[in-house]
């Protein structure tokens, strides 16, 4: 069999398994959930009490977040889901090698022209585009989310786009081949890989944000991007704001903004 072949070979099975995956149920429901999550992580304006990511500066007063353009938008959209995923995604496509074994696939798959090898990596293509398909569902909430608000009605494509591009896609892709890892390991299957990889995501988020102030980024550590939009944002509140020391602002992923006239505004 040739490369070109075997490559469309391993497609055409990674696209059956995701049409699988995308007729069951579930699916419905983890976009419904990611929508509702969407909806409530961007509050109007005169809502009281909701909570959204901000940044707080001890120099001004109250927390402050970015007017919804598309800019602010693309960008808080993938430290929105990013986060999510660091915690949650690997179990919405967890158990797919499991789920093989558990079915008493093994003799459906030694008799297949696949090697271990490429079934390994059918299973990856597969989560990737799942987790694709779901990324690509809250950038268009958010869209939405944008002029339903109402502070903006200028859509640029590209302040959506880079960011799926950049820095979902190969997070996602990150994500697709350490769970693939931890399947093909049955002592991580269970309990022990979910322990493991919840600590691993707690301590990864928390020098993430304990170190958002620091002048240079890791590019092989920042595998989420987080690190690389807080820089960003932070860059442009003390532009906006003319500020002069440094290492002042902090952001908060979850919490309260009090007044929600305390905004500025983020460009390209």
Not at 7 to 33: D, M, P
Not at 157 to 172: E, G, K, N, R, T
Request: glycine letters at 4%.
């Amino acid at each position: 069999m040739t490369r070109t072949a075997s490559a469309l070979n391993l497609l055409s099975i990674s696209l059956v398994l995701v049409k699988e995956r995308i007729r069951r149920a579930s699916f419905l429901w983890t976009i419904v959930v990611f929508a509702c999550c969407t909806y409530y992580y961007f509050p109007a304006s005169d809502t009281t009490g909701s909570q959204t990511t901000v940044i707080k500066n001890s120099l001004l007063d109250g927390h402050y977040r970015g007017t919804y353009n598309s800019v602010w938008m693309g960008l808080l959209v993938v430290l929105f889901f990013n986060c999510l995923l660091l915690f949650g995604g690997i179990f919405l496509i967890r158990n797919s090698i499991g789920r093989d074994v558990t079915l008493q696939l093994e003799m459906y798959y030694t008799t297949s022209p696949l090697n271990v090898h490429q079934y390994a990596e059918s299973k990856r293509l597969a989560n990737f585009l799942y987790l694709a398909l779901v990324a690509l569902a809250v950038e268009v909430m958010a869209l939405i989310m944008q002029l339903s608000r109402g502070e903006s009605y200028a859509i640029e494509p590209l302040s959506y786009l880079m960011p799926f591009v950049l820095l979902i896609l190969p997070f996602i892709y990150v994500l697709s081949s350490v769970t693939v890892c931890m399947e093909l390991l049955p002592p991580l299957r269970r309990n022990l890989g979910n322990l493991l990889l919840f600590i691993l995501s707690y301590a990864y988020l928390s020098i993430v944000f304990t170190g958002a102030n620091k002048t240079e980024i890791n590019p092989y550590f920042d595998v989420t991007g987080l690190q690389f939009i807080v820089k960003n944002v932070f860059s442009q509140f003390r532009q906006y704001f003319a500020l002069t020391r440094p290492n002042d602002p902090s952001v908060s992923f979850f919490e309260t903004i009090g007044d929600y006239n305390n905004t500025f505004q983020i460009t390209p």
